[in-house]
């Protein structure tokens, strides 16, 4: 989803832009005043941009925070904890591999508990 942010952020300006650009000017007759009528104000001109920054703003914070929640650590540092593979045994009952740190264990997960059966060693068994 990160590839397709700056491309999503490109199409709301190009649909935005002819809103902000398409003002219509206001023609007066020369030599004509209007006394005590209060100027006109401008199209939008100024809100629609600022209203645009503020959604712009908003999406990279999303994004931002997203990117943060993915990687689990502050700073960017990768998550060192990882569930690599879950199968259910049945009445929420599972049985989950679980990775920290470069080291696999082989964890029993019940309603009231979770156990470690067993570490498993990180290089495949071999065929005999």
């Not at 300006?13 to 005590?36: C, D, F, K, M, N």
């Not at 569930?83 to 679980?98: F, K, W």
């Not at 990775?99 to 009231?112: I, M, N, R, S, T």
Request: proline content about 9%.
């Amino acid at each position: 989803m990160s590839r397709r942010f700056p491309g999503l952020l490109l199409v709301v300006l190009a649909l935005s832009a002819p809103a902000v650009l398409a003002q219509e000017a206001i023609i007066h007759p020369r030599g004509t005043t209007s006394v005590g009528a209060p100027a006109p104000a401008p199209a939008g001109g100024l809100n629609s941009l600022f209203l645009l920054g503020s959604a712009a703003a908003a999406a990279g914070a999303g994004w931002w925070l997203w990117q943060k929640r993915r990687t689990g650590a502050a700073g960017g540092a990768p998550a060192r904890l990882a569930i690599v593979e879950s199968r259910p045994l049945g009445s929420r009952q599972y049985l989950v591999v679980a990775e920290y740190e470069g080291k696999k264990f082989l964890l029993g997960v019940c309603p009231g508990s979770i156990e470690m059966l067993t570490p498993l060693d990180s290089q495949p068994p071999t065929k005999s």
